[in-house]
C-alpha cells in the first residue's frame, strides 16, 4: 500500500477536486430521515419510561430516597411499692455496618478504619459483611461488635461521618439496681426471637428489638415498651441523613410500681438463705391476705439479670444452666413440688363442710393405719403416721399434723369411716386454686396436679386404690402445687374464703404520672367453705404454732397461725430414707390476719427449717419495720 | 481565501444550536455537582467553571477552524491521523484508568481523551483518502484500506477498553464509504460478515469486563450494588422524572448520589430526571436543529472532501447522542461515552466546537466563486 499511495497522499493540490456529484443529495435525506428515525427510537423509550411506566419508577425512587426510621421509645422504669427504682435505662453501644451503603470499591478502605477503631481485623469485618450480604437485605444493619466501651463509641461517633455504611447503634439496655434480688420478680430483657417477631411484627416490633423475657419485663412488655416513633427520612446514596420528611414522636413506656416491698424482699432471702441448708432451691412469699398483692416472692439460687443486658459468655450461660439449683427457674410459680401436709389444711376444711366430720371428731393415732390391698386380698397396705399421736380431734390433728387423722378424713378407711374420698377432696383442692395457674402478673406460672380417679386412669392406666387416697390425704404422691398457690390457698383460710389473684403490680403512670392502669383487688372466687368452718382450721393452725409441731413459726407479740409440711420425694438413700421438701404455709395476725407466708425448701423439715424462716419473715413485718402499720393504714 | 465573503455564508443557526447545547449541560453539570458543591460556583475548580473555560477555549479553535480552509487539512490528514495513533498507543501505554478503562493521557497537567481527538482525526483521514480514490472505491483494494484506516484506531480504543467509541468509529466509516462510492455488495458483505460473527467476538474478544457489562445489562439485579448499580438508578431517574420532570435541583436520584457519574456519562438520566420528557425533547430538538445545520452544510459543500468532512462529523454526532442516551434509557448495555458539548469533559466539549468550527468552514466556501 505504501507505495502506491504515497504519491497521492502528498498531492494536496486541489487538481483532481470537482464540484460533489449531484447524486450525493438522496444520501442527505437518508441521513436526514436517519437522525429523525434514531431520534424517535430514544422517544418512544422516553415515553414508555416516563409517561406509561413513570409513576412505578417515581415509587422505585422514593424507596430509594425515603428511609423509616424507628424512634424507640424510653422503656419505663420500675419501682418498689416505696417509690425507690429497681431498674434504670442505660445506653449501650456497638458498631454496625449497613452493607448496602459501604462505598462501592472502596470497602477496603472502611474495614481498615473500622477495624483501627473497634479493634477487630479487617478481614473479619469483610467476611462478616460478605455473609450477611447473602443472607438479609443490604440495608439491615449488621452488628459487628456489641458492648463498646464508652471511649470507643466516642472514636466512632466521631469517624462515622466519613466512614459511610458505617453505624454507631446506641441501644438502651437495662441496669437492675438489686441485681439478683429481684432477679425472679423483674425477669430480664433479650433480644426477640424470630417465632417472638413473626407474632409482634405487626405491633411494630423489629428484626433488632429487645423485649421482656421473664418477670414483670416480660408480663407487662406492653405498658413497658410504649410506642415506638416513626421518622421517615430522605437519606442519600451513603445512607445518610439528608432531611426528616416526616416525623411521629415516640410515647415512653409507663412507669411500673410494683407490690413489693424491697426490704422486706432482702429479710425474705436472707431468713431463706440462712435456713435453706443444703437444699438446691428455695422459694418463699409473702402476700396482702385482704388485698392480693404480693409483698415479697424470692426464689433461690437467683441470678444477676444484669448480665443479660449484655452479650452472654458461654460460660455464663453454662453457669446458669447446669446449676443444679436451676437459678433461672422461679421456684415459687414455674415449678410444683408435692406439698406435703400444709395440704390438710384444705382436707380439714372440705371434710367439715361436707359434714364428713365435726371439729370434736376424734380419731387415734396408732402410728399407722392398716389397709386392705385391693389387688391381692391376703396383702396389706400399711400407711404410717409420723409418731403415735394417741387420741387427736380436729383442732389436736392439724397442731400435730397427724396423718392417719387426715387418712379417716380422707376415706382411706371406708370400712371404719366414711370419709371424703378423692373425688370429693380433689373438688375441694381445685376450690382451692391447686392445679390451675394462680394468674399472677409473672409469664411461666405452672398449674401443678390435682389428682382424682379420673386423672390416674387417664395418665397412669391404673385405678385408683386406698394407698393413693392416704397419700392424697398428707399432700404427697401425685399432688404437686407452686409455694404461690399454697399462699394463695392459706390466703383464703385466712380472710374469710377469697381466693384472690395475687398480683406484683399496684400502679403503672405515664411518663407525666398519671396512673394509667391501678391494680384492683380481684377475688377470683370464693371457697366453697363456711366461715365457721374456716375458723375451725384457722384454730387448729394457730394450736399448731403455739402448741404443735410449727412451733418455730411463733414470733413475739402477734399471733402466728400455721401449717407446716414435710413431704417425702424421690427416691431413698442407702439407709432407706428419703429426702423431704419443707415446706410452711401460714398468716399473721391469727385474730385479723392480715398477710399471708409461704416458705419452701427442696430438702429440709417443715418444722425445724421452713417455720423458723417464717418466723424471721414475720417477726420482721410486725417487730422489725413498719410495714404492718403501712398496710393497715392502706399506706405503700 | 478571502475573507470578505465569509460572513455572508456563516451559519448562525449551527453555532447557537451548539452554544445552546453547551449552556443547557452547563446547567446539568451544575446540577448534577449540586451535592458535591451546594454552595454554588465559588471558584475555577466548579465542573461548570472548568466547562465553560473549556467552552472558551472551545470557541476560540471553533472560530480559528471556520476561518482556516479546510482543505488545508486534507494535506495534514496522514500526520494529524499518524498522530492520532500514537495518542491512543500512548495512553493504552501511560494512560490513567479509571472505572476499568484506560482512556486519559496527561499532558502538562492537563488531562486529554485521545479518542476524542482522534475521531475527528480519522474522518479527515477518511474523507482525504475516499476523495483521492473518487471513482475507484469499488475496487476491493480500496474497500480494504478505509477499513484499515477506521479499524486501526477503532481496535486501539477497543482494547482501553471503550467499545462505545470504537463503535463510533465504526459508523463513521459506514458513512463515509457509503456517501465515498463503496459498492453496497462489499459493505453488506462485510456488514453480514460482522454480525456472524458478534458471537464469537463475545468469546474472544470481548474482556471479563465488557461480557460483565452485557451481562448486566440484560440483568442489572445481578449485582445492585456493584455495577449494576449505575444502570438501574439511571434508568429509575429517568423514568420517575415523568413528563415536566421533578424540577430542576430538585431529582432525588441525582441529588442523593443515587446517579453516579451524573456529570458525565449519566448526565441524560439528570435531564430525564429533573425536566423530564419535556426537557428531553428540548434536547434532541436543539440536536436535531444541530445535525439538520450540519447535513445542509454536507449537501452545500463545494467538493467531496467537504461533504465527506461535514458528514463525518455529523455522523460522530448524531451515533454518540444516539448510544449516550440508549444506554441511559436502557435501551442498549452500558459504554461510557459522553454526550456531545453535554457532559462534563473537556477533550469531548473541544473537539465538538471544533468539529462545528469545520463544518461553517465548509460552508463559508462553499461556492467556487463568490459575487
Redesign the interface.
Known amino acids: 500500500m505504501a507505495t502506491t499511495t504515497r504519491r497521492r497522499w502528498r498531492s494536496p493540490k486541489p487538481r483532481r477536486q470537482q464540484r460533489a456529484p449531484a447524486a450525493g443529495q438522496g444520501a442527505f435525506r437518508l441521513l436526514r430521515l436517519l437522525v429523525v428515525l434514531l431520534f424517535l427510537v430514544l422517544l418512544g423509550q422516553l415515553v414508555r419510561m416516563q409517561v406509561v411506566e413513570g409513576e412505578r419508577y417515581r415509587e422505585l425512587a422514593a424507596i430509594n430516597a425515603l428511609r423509616e426510621v424507628q424512634v424507640p421509645a424510653a422503656r419505663g422504669l420500675i419501682y418498689d411499692r416505696q417509690g425507690r427504682p429497681l431498674v434504670y435505662n442505660e445506653p449501650r453501644y456497638a458498631a454496625a455496618v449497613v452493607p448496602g451503603d459501604l462505598p462501592a470499591g472502596q470497602e477496603e478502605t472502611v474495614y481498615e478504619e473500622l477495624g483501627r477503631i473497634i479493634g477487630m481485623a479487617p478481614g473479619e469485618i469483610r467476611a462478616r459483611v460478605t455473609e450477611a450480604r447473602g443472607r438479609a437485605s443490604p440495608y439491615v444493619p449488621l452488628v459487628l461488635k456489641e458492648d463498646l466501651d464508652r471511649n470507643t463509641a466516642l472514636a466512632l461517633k466521631e469517624r462515622e461521618p466519613d466512614l459511610p455504611g458505617v453505624r454507631l447503634v446506641v441501644q438502651s439496655t437495662r441496669r437492675y439496681v438489686e441485681g439478683p434480688l429481684m432477679a425472679h420478680v423483674l425477669g430480664y430483657m433479650g433480644p426477640i426471637s424470630s417465632e417472638e417477631y413473626q407474632a409482634l411484627r405487626d405491633q411494630g416490633y423489629t428484626m433488632h428489638d429487645w423485649l421482656g423475657k421473664a418477670g414483670v419485663e416480660a408480663s407487662y412488655e406492653s405498658l413497658l415498651r410504649g410506642e415506638p416513633g416513626r421518622r421517615l427520612v430522605e437519606v442519600d446514596a451513603s445512607g445518610r441523613e439528608r432531611r426528616v420528611v416526616s416525623e411521629r414522636a415516640p410515647v415512653d413506656g409507663a412507669n411500673l410500681v410494683l407490690t413489693v416491698d424491697l426490704d422486706l424482699q432482702r429479710k425474705v432471702a436472707e431468713a431463706l438463705q440462712q435456713h435453706m441448708g443444703r437444699s438446691e432451691n428455695a422459694a418463699a412469699a409473702v402476700m396482702d391476705v385482704r388485698t392480693g398483692e404480693v409483698l415479697a416472692l424470692v426464689s433461690l439460687p437467683t441470678f444477676d439479670p444484669n448480665i443479660f443486658s449484655r452479650p452472654l459468655r458461654p460460660e455464663e450461660l453454662a453457669a446458669l444452666t447446669d446449676n443444679p439449683g436451676k437459678p433461672l427457674l422461679n421456684h415459687a410459680t414455674a415449678e410444683n413440688f408435692a406439698p406435703g401436709s400444709t395440704f390438710k389444711t384444705i382436707v380439714a376444711a372440705a371434710a367439715l363442710q361436707e359434714g364428713v366430720a365435726r371439729p370434736d371428731t376424734t380419731f387415734v393415732s396408732q402410728g399407722y393405719i392398716v389397709i386392705p390391698n385391693e389387688i391381692d386380698p391376703n396383702a396389706v397396705y400399711v400407711c404410717e403416721d409420723w409418731s403415735r399421736l394417741g387420741r387427736l380431734d380436729m383442732y389436736r390433728a392439724l397442731a400435730m399434723s397427724s396423718n392417719v387423722y387426715f387418712y379417716y378424713l380422707a376415706g382411706a378407711r371406708p370400712d371404719e369411716f366414711r370419709g371424703l374420698g378423692p373425688d370429693r377432696l380433689a373438688n375441694y383442692a381445685r376450690a382451692f386454686g391447686l392445679g390451675e395457674p394462680t394468674g399472677i402478673d409473672l409469664p411461666a406460672e405452672v398449674a401443678g396436679t390435682v389428682p382424682d380417679p379420673r386423672w390416674k386412669e387417664r395418665t397412669i392406666g391404673e385405678p385408683w386404690y386406698l394407698g393413693n387416697t392416704c397419700w392424697f390425704a398428707i399432700g404427697e404422691e401425685y399432688l404437686r402445687a407452686t409455694p404461690l398457690q399454697m399462699l394463695v390457698a392459706v390466703g383464703a383460710i385466712a380472710n374469710g374464703g377469697q381466693l384472690l389473684q395475687p398480683h406484683l403490680l399496684r400502679e403503672a403512670r405515664d411518663a407525666s404520672g398519671h396512673a394509667v392502669r391501678t391494680a384492683q383487688r380481684e377475688v377470683k372466687r370464693m371457697v366453697p367453705v363456711s366461715p365457721q368452718n374456716l375458723e375451725v382450721v384457722r384454730q387448729g393452725m394457730v394450736m399448731s404454732v403455739e402448741s404443735g409441731v410449727a412451733q418455730a413459726a411463733a414470733v413475739r407479740g402477734v399471733k402466728v397461725a400455721g401449717k407446716t409440711g414435710t413431704a417425702e420425694f424421690g427416691e431413698p438413700d442407702a439407709q432407706g430414707r428419703l429426702s423431704t421438701h419443707g415446706w410452711f404455709v401460714g398468716f399473721a395476725p391469727a385474730d385479723d390476719p392480715l398477710v399471708a407466708v409461704v416458705v419452701f425448701m427442696r430438702r429440709g423439715s417443715g418444722g425445724q427449717d421452713a417455720a423458723p424462716a417464717a418466723a424471721k419473715i414475720l417477726d420482721y413485718i410486725f417487730n422489725g419495720s413498719d410495714l404492718a402499720q403501712r398496710l393497715r393504714a392502706g399506706r405503700p | 481565501m478571502r475573507a470578505p465573503h465569509l460572513p455572508r455564508h456563516f451559519d448562525p443557526w449551527l453555532l447557537t444550536a451548539a452554544l445552546a447545547l453547551a449552556a443547557y449541560g452547563g446547567l446539568l453539570i451544575y446540577s448534577a455537582s449540586l ?1 458535591s458543591y451546594p454552595e454554588g460556583i465559588r471558584g475555577l475548580d466548579h465542573p461548570v467553571a472548568k466547562q465553560a473555560i473549556y467552552a472558551c477555549v472551545g470557541l476560540l479553535l471553533l472560530a480559528g477552524a471556520a476561518y482556516m480552509d479546510y ?2 487539512l ?2 495534514v ?2 500526520s494529524l491521523y499518524g498522530l492520532g495513533l500514537v495518542l491512543l498507543v500512548a495512553v493504552l501505554l501511560v494512560g490513567d484508568a479509571s472505572y476499568g478503562a484506560r482512556r486519559w493521557l496527561t499532558i502538562g497537567g492537563v488531562q486529554i481523551q485521545p479518542s476524542e481527538l482522534a475521531k475527528l482525526f480519522t474522518i479527515i483521514a477518511l474523507a ?1 483518502f475516499l ?2 480514490r ?1 471513482g475507484e472505491m469499488h475496487k476491493l483494494s480500496n474497500f480494504l ?1 478505509s477499513i484499515l484506516i477506521a479499524g486501526l484506531p477503532a481496535v486501539l480504543v477497543m482494547v482501553e477498553p471503550d467499545m462505545g467509541t470504537a463503535i463510533v468509529f465504526g459508523a463513521i466509516w459506514l ?1 463515509l464509504v ?2 465515498g462510492g463503496a459498492r453496497a455488495g462489499h459493505v453488506l458483505s462485510l456488514l453480514a460478515f460482522m454480525v456472524l460473527a458478534i458471537p464469537l467476538i463475545a468469546v474472544a474478544a470481548l474482556g471479563d469486563y465488557q461480557r460483565e457489562r452485557l451481562a448486566l445489562f440484560f440483568n442489572p439485579n445481578l449485582d445492585p ?2 455495577g449494576g ?1 449505575n444502570i438501574r ?1 439511571a ?9 415536566l420532570g421533578r424540577g430542576l435541583f430538585q431529582g ?2 441525582t441529588q ?3 446517579l ?1 457519574t451524573a456529570s458525565t456519562d449519566y448526565i441524560f438520566s439528570v435531564l ?2 429533573e425536566l ?2 419535556l426537557g ?2 428540548v434536547l ?1 430538538g436543539l ?2 436543529l444541530l ?2 445545520r450540519g ?1 445542509r452544510a ?2 452545500l ?7 465527506l468532512l461535514v ?1 463525518g462529523i ?2 460522530m454526532v ?1 451515533v454518540q447522542v ?1 448510544i449516550n ?2 444506554v441511559n ?3 442498549l448495555p452500558v459504554t461510557g461515552i459522553p454526550l456531545p458539548l453535554i457532559s462534563q469533559g473537556g477533550s469531548s466539549l473541544i473537539s465538538t466546537l471544533v468539529g462545528v468550527g469545520l463544518i461553517e468552514s465548509v460552508l463559508l466556501r462553499h461556492k ?1 466563486i463568490d459575487f
Request: net charge negative.
Open positions: 451535592s482543505r488545508l486534507g494535506a490528514a496522514p482525504r476523495t483521492d473518487q484500506l458513512a457509503t456517501m450494588l456493584g448499580f438508578q434508568e429509575i431517574g429517568v423514568g420517575s422524572g415523568g413528563v432525588t436520584q442523593l448520589d443515587f453516579q430525564g430526571e423530564g420528557l428531553a425533547v434532541l440536536y436535531t445535525l439538520f447535513i454536507a449537501s459543500a463545494y467538493d467531496l472532501f467537504g461533504r458528514t455529523v455522523v448524531l444516539f442516551v440508549a434509557v436502557r435501551l467556487a
